[in-house]
């Protein structure tokens, strides 16, 4: 860890510092570095933007240091970009530093550097507790006052392996149920964050998530097999086991550099839908004497987040993802039951997933090391199979052979209810390899759909009827 005297020379390498520090003496302000930019500083981590607080009116400072916008107008913070760094501007108007230090977080964030007198101000002993791997909150009230906090206090965790102090761990447990008073977009952005972490599943604290993803503890209920105690210990493997192949994507050999693109924008969707797999086993559990099914559980997950996720403010773009993966996470598991995984079969998923066969894949194999306890190599050459089909077909994949203007020029079609029924079909034949050319899917509509239809004109009106 970095001594506090050493941080003149670190800050010396910041750009944006000798600037502030010229900006304060001559408009004879009190500026000071607060927050995650000393805790960052002291664990030699990489400094990119910065925190300040001044005395005075945040914004006149800021608009001084450059063009700026608001972020909280009633707390006089805005922010700056200086070159390539941002720097958070706030005003402490009247209030002294150690006021300002009293009502942060937690006591690794509560620390402050006067960049005019160089003097560093530590009131709640978070260079201790920074050495100590401890997150410790300065007190309840400041939990009671902004419920995100105990999200951020489970992203510290597994941002730096830290431990959360015991009466701290309680407090966050003891207010989870008010967590939902917090605007969702804030515990969206929460979980991003979260799941950005490389340690994510240091994060997961059950009696919190399951006020985020309600059901989450339930799957203490349901026996986890050969390696957990029960399924929750083993969602919660999942995820570990999945960031250790975000870390390593080894296992897909010769493919590991592309597996490597396509996680660097999705790691949270995937972290996600590792973590929340079989969250629906314990509502669709059947026993029937020996056995114990749980029948449809990924198809209810997947609709069941979509719903959640809107609650949560996800995008689009990020439910139906996290969604696509919940609802197909068993099928690679049920084609490597097989003897043999057809062409027919692998057809089938890459042209319904396309380059999500390689998530599917990732959680797959997360999903087995979580239940086995190490790698099984049968599934792992079945997925390197299939991603390997995927690439050898990536052009066939991303251009369909016919589209709606094909109906209506060859065929004299016009859109109606059964006009995206035939394209359906065509897609169908084409996904498992029954049409595999243009010619062979116009042949595949004249000689297997259309004759089976009986086609007329009702006034301007296209119709058709299905001959049965």
């Known amino acids: 860890m970095v001594k506090k005297r050493s941080l003149e020379s670190i800050l010396r390498r910041v750009k944006p510092v000798k600037r502030i520090r010229q900006y304060a003496e001559r408009a004879e302000k009190q500026v000071y570095l607060v927050g995650g930019v000393l805790r960052d500083i002291l664990l030699e981590r990489e400094i990119k933007d910065l925190d300040i607080a001044v005395s005075g009116k945040g914004e006149d400072f800021a608009r001084a240091l450059g063009k700026c916008f608001c972020l909280r107008k009633d707390m006089d913070e805005f922010r700056v970009r200086m070159g390539a760094s941002t720097v958070d501007v706030l005003g402490l108007g009247t209030t002294e530093i150690l006021s300002d230090l009293a009502r942060r977080d937690y006591t690794i964030n509560a620390m402050a550097y006067n960049l005019l007198d160089r003097r560093f101000i530590d009131p709640f002993n978070g260079v201790k507790d920074l050495e100590n791997g401890i997150i410790k909150a300065i007190g309840r009230k400041n939990i009671v006052d902004d419920k995100i906090r105990i999200l951020r206090g489970l992203r510290f965790k597994a941002a730096f392996g830290f431990e959360i102090e015991d009466k701290t761990m309680e407090l966050l447990k003891e207010y989870a149920d008010t967590l ?208 390997a089909y995927y690439f050898k077909s990536k052009d066939e994949v991303e251009k369909p052979l016919i589209q709606g203007r094909d109906l209506i020029e060859l065929f004299d079609l016009e859109p109606g209810p059964m006009f995206g029924r035939i394209l359906t079909r065509v897609q169908v034949a084409y996904e498992e390899g029954a049409v595999r050319t243009k010619e062979e899917a116009l042949k595949f509509v004249r000689e297997k759909i259309l004759k089976g239809l009986d086609i007329r004109k009702e006034g301007d009106n296209m119709y058709q009827k299905e001959v049965k």
């Not at 985020?212 to 929750?232: A, E, N, S």
């Not at 026993?287 to 997947?302: C, L, N, P, R, T």
């Not at 689009?316 to 696509?324: P, T």
């Not at 959680?363 to 079945?382: R, W, Y």
């Open 180 to 387: 939902l008073e917090s605007p969702p977009e804030r515990i969206h952005m929460e979980l991003v964050s979260m799941f950005n972490q490389e340690n994510s599943h240091l994060a997961i604290v059950p009696e919190i998530f399951d006020v985020i993803f309600p059901g989450f503890l339930r799957m203490r209920d349901v026996l986890g097999g050969k390696v957990t105690k029960d399924l929750l210990g083993h969602s919660v493997l999942t995820l570990k086991m999945l960031n250790s192949i975000i870390k390593d994507p080894s296992l897909f050999k010769k493919y590991q550099r592309k597996v490597a693109g396509y996680i660097k924008e999705r790691q949270v969707g995937l972290r996600l839908a590792a973590l929340l797999h079989d969250i629906k086993k314990p509502d669709t559990m059947v026993v029937k004497g020996s056995e114990v099914h749980f029948y449809g559980h990924d198809k209810i997950a997947s609709e069941w987040f979509k719903k959640r996720g809107k609650e949560l403010k996800f995008s689009y773009r990020e439910k139906e993802f996290i969604s696509l993966l919940l609802e197909n996470h068993m099928w690679i598991h049920l084609l490597a039951a097989q003897k043999e995984v057809t062409e027919r079969a692998k057809r089938r998923m890459v042209f319904r997933l396309s380059e999500d066969v390689i998530g599917l894949s990732l959680i797959a194999m997360a999903d087995q090391m979580a239940s086995i306890g190490g790698v099984d190599e049968h599934l792992i050459n079945v997925c390197n199979d299939i991603i």
